[in-house]
């Protein structure tokens, strides 16, 4: 049955970030089902799932709170647009995303995918400016190798060459601002003698340009698909105080981060910040159903409200399925677990456990460099030329034994469900050591 699937699979499929040649030639799974911390084959066959599913089920597959959500709401009221009405799941999540999000952000604009969300955010950060008449701040500033989305608004700002170069022409470049690139400092910097030098291009490229910048936006904590990039808190903080210092929007990118990935529900939380403007998404729903979300002060908010010079205020922009009702019940059913079941002073002990076995995978990858941070953890393999051949072939052996994985170049990466139970994620160690001793 499964080599049927796979025929059809490719007869028919076009599978994002994907090599098509190579696919084709795989014996690739096949996920009929999952439950917690696996996914299973057709056929039955186990697979841990070590990145949650591209980052997102944060509360293990098959949640029985999060399943019953969705079907009780499915059963009410199926969808009902948000474009002047409302219903009462969005007003309720929009609520309780206000009370949990650091700081003053208040008003939530809901959306349907990270992208769409990162769009929205940099389309309301230029229309500010312009809301209160300086519509010549047009300008957006990012990280190199920063990833915010495959929109070409998106990439203008998060730009990945291997990602997106046969794009260049068709899309604004933002002003780019070094990578807090800790595994491979552009300052050749050790941690003990790290003053966050690489900063200096940030603010130099904001003393220079701020008076055409509508906003700096950044992952924060974390650079995801730029090899899961761990930076110090005290970036974010010299960035916020920053953009202060020169009056200028920060938008915190959390899709990824938020909800529980760095060790508190929000990395800006961790850094001890408050941006102007927050993306999440992934997360926010468990990972089951698409969703994302544009948090707001009410600084941004008020000023797209009419006033008395004649100008249309009005935010020009929406999703068709933004803040649908089966969505949104799934989405407030998840952030009851975070909160109430799944406190994130019992990760801990998972966390710790992380830090320790990634760094023990680093020793035996020739004392490859690592980085871990709440339920995430980075191997670096130290070999620039054969580094990237080299985890791929230990992701391949690892799927062989039972452990799925996506790395990206030469950086080997664990992002599992924050749910995981200590057993199963020694066993992920387990099977990562034997992947690397076998194709040593």
Known sequence: MDNDLR??????MWHPCTEINTFEQMQFPIIESAKGAYLFEVGGRALLDGIASWWCVNLGHGHPKLIEAIQRQASVLQHSIIGGMSHPNAIELAEKLAQITPGNLKHSFFCGDGASAVESALKIAVQYWANIGQQDRSRFVGLEEGYHGDTLGAMGVGYVDAFHRDYKDVVR????ASSPHCAQCPCNKQPKSCNIECFESMRQIVKEHHKEIATVIVEPLCQGAAGVRIYPEEYLQRLRALCDKYGLILIADEIAVGFGRTGYMFACERAGIVPDIMTVGKGLTGGYMPMSAVIATDKIYNSFRNNDDNRDNTFYHSHTFGGNPIITALALAAIDVYENEYVLEKCQPRIEQLSVGMHELGQMLGDSNTLAMGMMGV?????????ADRAARIVKKAYEIGLFLRPRGRALYLWPPLTI????????????KTAIEQTA
């Open 421 to 432: 139970t200590q057993e199963e994620l020694a066993q992920v160690f387990a099977i990562l």
């Open 7 to 12: 025929k059809r699979d490719v007869e028919y």
């Open 379 to 387: 191997v670096e393999i130290n070999d620039v030329s054969g580094g």
């Open 173 to 176: 470049p933002a002003y780019r």
